[in-house]
């Protein structure tokens, strides 16, 4: 785990007690959890760009997402569908589908929104569950930035490095809309062929699109 203070090695354990417990958590401790389970409490968080969403920016990002089904893709604990959930209130059954790799997460997160349905995979592969799934009215994800190693690339003809790029295509594959949050300097340029981007001040680097279908224009503007 990398070097955490006393005081955050004191509180992730008391988070992993709560995540043991033989009982559903209630809000309070699912927010405990999210607020102090460490993210390096597994050593591939590095290598997978594993920074989990201080809570302030879900739930700033939770204010674009609309829709009552959502895929969020990259999900951690699920931080940022458990900021959709209040936002999502207005919706009679609203449905979330968490996707992840790191399997420590997806435990964690199973606690933290039990209401989700959890996937333990690697995004790229989601083109093959894509009957499976369905479709999304709205896909979210704060993506892994930059090259990051992959084992194919998402659907829509974008061979470059950024994974983040790959993300939002692979996004347009099962929704017509989608919130991110992405670094300022990569984020598509406003008026690009294929992802229009909608509001949002700089310092919050949340980008609501819509999503291309299919998603090949958007190569260039991503490149
Ligand atoms: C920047 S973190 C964000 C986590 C969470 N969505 C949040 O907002 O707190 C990116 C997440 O994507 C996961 N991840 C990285 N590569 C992945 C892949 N190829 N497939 C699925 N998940 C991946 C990481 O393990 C990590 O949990």
Sequence with gaps: MAKLTREQERRHAQACQLVELDRDLNDDERLFVLDHWQESATSTNASDRAFFTPAGLARDMSMDVEGRRILDLGAGIGRLPFHCRDALARYEY?????????????????????????????????????DELGTVDCAISNPPFGPLPRRRDAPGGYTGRRFEYHTIALAGLFARRGVFLIPQLTRPRSGAPAVRTASRTPATRSTASSLPRPVSSSTRAAR
């Design 94 to 130: 609203p449905q979330f589908v968490c996707v992840e790799r790191n399997p420590a997460y997806v435990r964690v997160g199973r606690r933290v929104m039990p209401e989700a349905t959890w996937i333990c995979a690697d995004i790229l592969d989601l083109p093959d569950m894509l």
